[in-house]
């Protein structure tokens, strides 16, 4: 038994010859490493099985006396381990009755008449491999066509536009292979709103693209892409203008257009195959972009747009929907409402986009400090609220210090020497199920549960304040204060 690895190129298909002659076997593997192939030999074929079962060529070649050997059916075996493999068998004179019988049993791509020399047998090899590639491109093809049919109710879920750019993160890559990427969104009007009448549409500069997600540090989340050193701008700037994709072995930039509209930008460092499936990326690039715009349209209805946390109406609809499953469910709710201390006098003194800025910090801070499932949302004003689900007055406690030492911590880092400290004051809230459960109790009214929550928390909020604490606790509500007996 021998097998004898003759070539690994970087570029190129792979190619396995099984003959018992170790001259030919010889002189035809290093005819197709020439090439830029891959190519291994084997002597028989207990040494080409062996292969098969850690290696899978593209191509396979066999001597049809190495098949005629055995009465059972050798060949068959070598299909099940390649089944997608064009097989090539080899003779010494025209294909006869052992050839016509292998082919009709499994589809042999043809027959090398060693006559014909080492032409004939290149000729042979590269129709094969020319089939390989396009067998390849088909069955990556379904691939990405299946990624994308698995990935399309992902991405136009009910999402933020920063959960959504992950989704189109991790796609890209697997679509277009490569080195690391990002994706970026546009900083102003992520809808893609019509030009005003009377004003002149200019197109956006490269500068209006923020890094969203990334797989490597290279990229900063929050960089704009003309920042990025990393990167050729030129590449982006012609993406954004014309409104294609540009790929080649080092760069692969891929806008995400809706109705004219570049809404995102895709780069991938040293692309794999992306090149020869631009159909499928043009088809997912259409679908991101309308998914951002979706995203962007929940926002406008949902997000503050000065601190990036939920509306007032929407966080009072989810502190509603979260009493209603806690009711279901017998968990605990926390509430914590919390105010900015002194924050008219910041405005007053320093102007209100200092204040807008304190704003969109705290909300940032906030976001950070709490867990996934819980809600921040805006009150009013500078007034921040807090849901905690599953979390009971002595875990709002926690998190009241935890966030108190998070804005000490952090403030001189992000602010400007010589503005004054950022001190908040909050306020607690909580619904606990106690020992019977609450559906055995009856059903509440859920306005008059979440009234009274946020009315406590604003009550403690108050009382903090005129003692001068950093926070107070309201009294514990249960579900028999607002279910009749």
Sequence with gaps: MTLLRRSQAKQGLSVLLVDSDPGFLSRSCKLIAEDGHNVWGAEDLIAAASFLADQLPDVLLVEVALLEMDGADPLADLRECAPAAPIILMGPGA???PFRKLNQLHNVFGFHDKRHGEDGLRLWVNAALATARQLDAIRRTRQGLRRLLETAPELHEIQNVDELMETILDVVSGLMGGDSAFVAARSTDLVGKPPIEGFIYSPQSIDDFVVSAASSDVYPKGSTVEKLRSVPNHLFRRAVEERCNIIDDRHGVLPLVLERHVLGLAYISRPGHAERDIDLLQLFASQAAAAIRNAALYE???????????????????LRETVKLAWRKAFPVTVLMLDIDRFKDLNDKYGHVVGDRALRHLGNLLKM????????????????????????????????????????????????????????????????????????????????????????????????????LR???????????????
């Design 369 to 468: 400090n709490v867990r996934d499932s819980d809600v921040v949302g805006r009150f009013g004003g500078d007034e921040f609220l807090l849901i905690l689900i599953d979390a009971n007055q002595e875990g709002g406690v926690i998190v009241a210090e935890r966030l108190h030492s998070a804005l000490a911590s952090q403030w001189e880092s992000s602010w400007p020497p010589g503005m004054p400290q950022l001190t908040t004051t909050v306020g607690l809230a909580a619904l606990e199920p106690g020992d019977a459960s609450p559906m055995d109790l009856g059903i509440p009214d859920f306005a008059q549960v979440v009234e009274q929550l946020v009315s406590e928390a604003d009550a403690a909020m108050y009382r903090a304040q005129h003692y001068g």
């Design 95 to 97: 294909p006869g009755a």
């Design 300 to 318: 406008l209805a949902t997000v503050d747009s000065t601190t990036r946390v939920f509306q007032k109406s929407f966080i009072l609809e989810r």
């Design 471 to 485: 926070f107070a606790e309201g009294r514990k509500l249960r579900w028999p204060d607002f279910i009749g007996s």
